[in-house]
């Protein structure tokens, strides 16, 4: 049963996902999605909440990652033009529970031969590896 962390309520799944759908129909449709948007922040925890279930924190921390990358244009020849992909640069941030990276502290673990990248899943791959999660 998921939990909403801000009051350690459990909440039934059923009605998570009425309270995603909900905030969701909410949305602008701005088609840019950053931290600073207080929909999309709220559709990501309870999303968050609903998935901790079942993903294990290297799961989530690479669906984060594959998911800000979605919109970008491959193959990603720098580390420059990776940073850039991302919705708020090198300050976006993943976070499951207390773990919490930004791309520029991701982008550390990156090598010159890791390029270019081809597709969102491989710049996951590698950073989830690369990080021990």
């Known amino acids: 049963m998921p939990t909403w962390k801000y009051t350690d309520k459990n909440m039934s799944k059923k009605k998570a996902e009425e309270s995603l759908k909900a905030i969701k129909s ?3 449709g701005c088609d840019t999605h950053n931290a600073d948007c207080s929909i999309a922040k709220a559709a990501g925890e309870v999303s968050g909440m609903l998935s901790c279930e079942t993903l294990s924190v290297k799961e989530q921390i690479h669906s984060q990652i594959s998911g800000a990358l979605k919109g970008a244009k491959f193959p990603v020849k720098t580390p420059k033009d990776l940073i850039a992909a991302f919705p708020n640069g090198a300050d ?3 976070k499951v529970g207390d773990l919490k990276m930004t791309v520029g502290e991701a982008g550390k673990l990156l090598k010159a031969s890791d390029f270019p990248f081809k ?3 491989a ?3 590698v950073i989830v590896d690369r990080a021990g999660l």
């Open 119 to 121: 597709s969102p899943k």
């Open 92 to 94: 976006t941030t993943c």
């Open 123 to 125: 710049v996951a791959d």
């Open 26 to 28: 909410a949305c602008f």
